[in-house]
């Protein structure tokens, strides 16, 4: 990909063609095959540094229990301190691709988060959106996940197409026992279990090779089985607001927290803790 003036950083371009847009629009989730293969080694050696060091860097989080097999390894909000990560923001595609498919006129970076399951791990991702657990309100908004090992479909990451225009809510989870939090947040309820009845909703996986990516909206529900994984899987997720994301002060804790933001609800995310990357080029 041919580097492109964004307007606010000189980006490489990602050329998206309106049929995917749209299709991530309507769906609220959408797979591009091999979309970054080329940064799968920087961003594996970045989660290596996280792994080698995890109390050095940012909210590390062990989700199985002393006695059980495997590991369930997550951490966020480390891209200042890691380059591999810092890197990828600044100098991939991955701004491009956010604003286009938010149909934004800019992509604003707010943090990442990797993932990682050793072999032996039968701990499931619970069903979640990651829009109750962020301090922020709005509708344009893009993960984009990316797999560093091969996962076959079974224990991949599901998604509810279309669950982001639900206009629903559900409480955050905690992921080492399941348990909700934050339920003094009005106009919310407890998650189900969408495995339990599964024909009644428009659910899918990919099976996925490393540099496959898949973009999914924050309100769009999402989880994994508790298969057990045979080999490592891991993955790197780089999370973008569009032009109409505000900051929303939550009654409880949020994940990120980020108690000395110093905004008021309703003032855009501040751009001096969370980049604008990309702008539509006039």
């Known amino acids: 990909m041919a580097a492109a003036r964004s307007g606010t950083l000189e980006v490489p371009h990602f050329d998206v063609s309106a049929d995917r847009v749209d299709a991530y629009q ?15 080694p920087r961003l594996r050696r970045g989660l290596e540094r996280n792994l080698a060091a995890p109390q050095a860097y940012r909210f590390p989080a062990e989700s199985t229990r002393p006695g059980e097999p495997g590991r369930f390894f997550d951490s966020y909000c480390n891209w200042p301190l890691i380059p591999e990560y810092r890197d990828f923001v600044f100098h991939s595609a991955a701004a491009s691709l956010a604003g286009q498919a938010m149909g934004s006129g800019r992509a604003q970076f707010f943090h990442e988060h990797v ?71 009005p106009g919310m309820s407890s998650i189900p279990d969408f495995f339990a009845g599964p024909d009644d909703y428009d659910i899918v996986s990919w099976a996925l090779q ?20 045979t080999r490592r899987r891991s993955a790197f997720s780089s999370r973008w607001l569009g032009d109409d994301i505000r900051y929303l002060d939550r009654p409880g804790e949020t994940s990120p927290p980020f108690p000395d933001i110093g905004l008021q609800p309703g003032e855009r995310m501040r751009e001096d803790w969370f980049p604008v990357i990309w702008r539509r080029p006039a």
């Open 26 to 40: 309507r769906d609220g989730v959408l797979l591009l095959k091999d979309a970054f293969g080329d940064w799968v």
């Open 115 to 185: 993932f990682m399951k050793e072999p032996g791990t039968q701990r499931a991702t619970p069903w979640h959106q990651d829009l109750p657990y962020y301090c922020l309100s709005g509708e344009q908004s893009v993960s984009i996940y990316i797999a560093l090992e091969a996962v076959e479909q079974a224990l991949a990451v599901h998604y509810i197409r279309g669950s982001h225009r639900w206009n629903k809510l559900y409480y955050p989870k905690v992921w080492l026992d399941g348990g909700d939090f934050n339920v003094d947040d």
């Open 210 to 229: 490393p540099g496959d990516t898949v973009l999914f909206n924050f309100k769009t529900v999402h989880g994994t089985t508790d298969g057990i994984n």
